[in-house]
């Protein structure tokens, strides 16, 4: 970083604009917390109330008496904890095959993977809502856990990853040291792709945690639902009359989602740099 | 496909000349197997209802009685069906007004962060956060941000003595609204995949363009660039295949703006995207066959806009 040292100015203007962008990332979930502190009275009227105001305990009641908030975000746990293990394993195990080996058919495969990832989720929704009718799993979080087991967007993504983390040279020679495939894939490139894995982790907790479309349709009691249909159903049925509520409600649901991510984060962050770096 | 250009790997190499070659399907079963759960899901919760769409798209049906048999009528009518062109236009629109800012957003921020040596890990974690909040819950939230009564948007507008703009409720209004949402959620994001691609070039190369005499803006399009074209592959093939299926953002944002649906995308439906569109007809209007349809006619437009990507970025990459 030589031509960064001595040129003060540059570096301040640097900051300067990364600042920025920081705040502009960042002023939303200060917009929500701001408004979840006010009644709907004063969110309406004008000026827009830019501080705390004194109403976020009665907002909070007044959300836990309209919906199941605990009982919808446990749902919400359980589906993206077990899918985000899945994933981990089926993807990554999928993805060193296309990465390292050599078979036939791999190209077709792979491409045929690449047509699925464009596959609309949409174009198998009615089907699959008509199957998981038939086999009685619509309602319940395992119409969300089992199709999400495994996705081409994480294969393709592990691919790419491990083509260039993991070299050829340290695969032979563990070849050569009689290492079979499932020995290569957890001792050789599972510690390589660790920073890809985090990646992909918590990319799929979030994803699942987030999933709308889905859920909206396959859970069809609506008192057992996921954490994001049940603030829908908030904004759908009583936005227009509790802003303050329905503000609450978007602040609290966003509250474990910021804890898993400030965890996993280090992972993201310190790994993806050290992996970056090594590969 | 980049695939093929590999060398093969060294197990061809070090096996002895004399050996009778095993048939290549059986050597390789456990690479089949490491490889099966995804393709056993994806025949079980995607290529048999796949089919069945594809059946079920020949027929009129409402999900509950029997079906009729309709031939090609579905498409006949996709076709001419003005409001899923409509949805089309919608769609592409509002992909286009979020993903080109985006990613040049992206890239920007990427070298930024790639040169800011202090603070790099509290910059990363700040520009991520956005892509960590659930679509719903942000949605909500921008719904107030673009409110035509109280939003901040319009407040700031009025605070500097301009008109306010009914976002909500005017074609372009809506599709900008969206578009903001999706920009903001999704440059950050970028810009750390970028940034992973810029550390993967080797230092090196820097240095001796740096002897060479190269300036910053001759080393960003003769080494950063063309390095990081795969990157960029994979950004814009991601950002296509999800922006042109967006449903959660328009779906929430404008779920209460218009009376008809909660699947209407607003006023005129300048908001309605495919996948809206989609739903509407399917969960709405029960009508499972003409749904189906349109599941097909959205795939197509994902495909065919994918491949234009995709050969669009490899094209300027043979240059």
């Known amino acids: 970083m030589a031509s960064i040292k001595g040129s003060g100015r540059r570096g301040i203007a640097l900051h300067a604009s990364l600042i920025i962008g920081v705040l502009l990332s960042a002023f939303p979930f200060y917009w929500a917390v701001i408004m979840s502190t006010h009644t709907s009275s004063e969110i309406f009227s004008y000026p827009p109330k830019l501080l705390p105001g004194s109403h976020f305990t009665e907002n909070v009641r007044h959300l836990f008496d309209t919906v199941d908030f605990f009982g919808s975000m446990a749902n919400s746990l359980l589906v993206a904890t077990a899918v985000t293990f899945l994933v981990l394993l089926l993807d990554s195990l999928a993805a060193f095959v296309f990465a390292k080996f050599d078979f036939p058919g791999r190209n077709a495969l792979f491409a045929l993977l690449m047509l699925i990832f464009m596959v609309p989720a949409q174009m198998a929704a009615i089907p699959q809502f008509v199957i998981m009718a038939k086999i009685g799993w619509i309602g319940s979080m395992t119409s969300l856990i089992v199709p999400a087991a495994a996705n081409a967007f994480g294969i393709f993504w592990m691919r790419q990853y491990m083509r260039s983390a993991i070299h050829d040279e340290l695969l032979d020679a563990s070849r050569l040291d009689g290492a079979n495939f499932l020995r290569q894939y957890w001792h050789v490139a599972l510690p390589v792709v660790r920073p890809g894995l985090a990646f992909l982790g918590i990319f799929t907790f979030m994803g699942q945690w987030n999933d709308y479309a889905w859920p909206l349709i396959a859970l069809t009691n609506p008192d057992n639902v996921t954490l994001q249909v049940a603030l829908s159903q908030l904004n759908g049925t009583h936005g227009t009359t509790d802003y303050g509520m329905v503000m609450t409600g978007a602040v609290l649901a966003l509250i474990p989602l910021l804890i898993v991510f400030a965890i996993g984060a280090r992972q993201i962050i310190g790994d993806l740099a050290k992996g970056a770096v090594r590969g | ?319």
């Open chain 2, 1 to 319: 496909m980049a695939v093929a250009e590999q060398t093969p790997p060294a197990v061809d190499r070090i096996r002895p000349a004399t050996a009778p070659p095993r048939t290549g399907w059986r050597r390789h079963w456990h690479l089949y197997a490491a490889i099966s759960p995804f393709y056993l899901l994806f025949l079980a919760f995607g290529l048999i209802p796949v089919g069945f769409s594809l059946y079920l798209s020949l027929h009129r049906w409402d999900g509950l009685g029997s079906m009729e048999w309709a031939g090609l009528t579905q498409y006949q009518y996709l076709f001419t069906d003005v409001d899923f062109w409509q949805s089309i236009g919608n769609t592409l629109i509002i992909w286009a007004l979020a993903t080109f800012p985006m990613i040049f957003l992206a890239m920007v921020t990427a070298v930024m962060l790639n040169s800011a040596v202090r603070f790099r890990n509290a910059y990363r974690f700040a520009y991520f956060l956005p892509n960590v909040t659930s679509v719903v819950a942000i949605a909500i939230v921008f719904g107030s941000v673009f409110s035509t009564n109280f939003g901040l948007v319009n407040a700031l507008l009025q605070a500097v003595g301009l008109d306010q703009v009914a976002w909500l409720n005017t074609p372009w209004g809506i599709k900008v609204a969206i578009a903001t949402l999706m920009t903001w959620q999704w440059t950050g994001y970028n810009a750390i995949i970028f940034l992973a691609g810029l550390q993967t070039i080797p230092g090196d190369l820097y240095e001796a363009a740096r002897i060479d005499g190269a300036g910053p803006v001759q080393t960003f399009f003769r080494i950063t660039l063309p390095l990081l074209r795969p990157t960029l592959l994979f950004v814009l093939v991601v950002s296509t295949v999800t922006g042109l299926q967006s449903f959660s953002e328009p779906q929430v944002l404008l779920q209460t703006a218009s009376n008809e649906s909660t699947f209407s995308g607003g006023p005129d439906h300048a908001g309605r995207t495919m996948v809206l569109y989609f739903f509407q007809q399917t969960f709405d209007n029960n009508d499972f066959g003409y749904g189906a349809a349109v599941a097909w006619g959205i795939f197509l437009v994902v495909v065919l806009f994918s491949l234009i990507n995709w050969r669009l970025v490899q094209r300027r990459g043979e240059q």
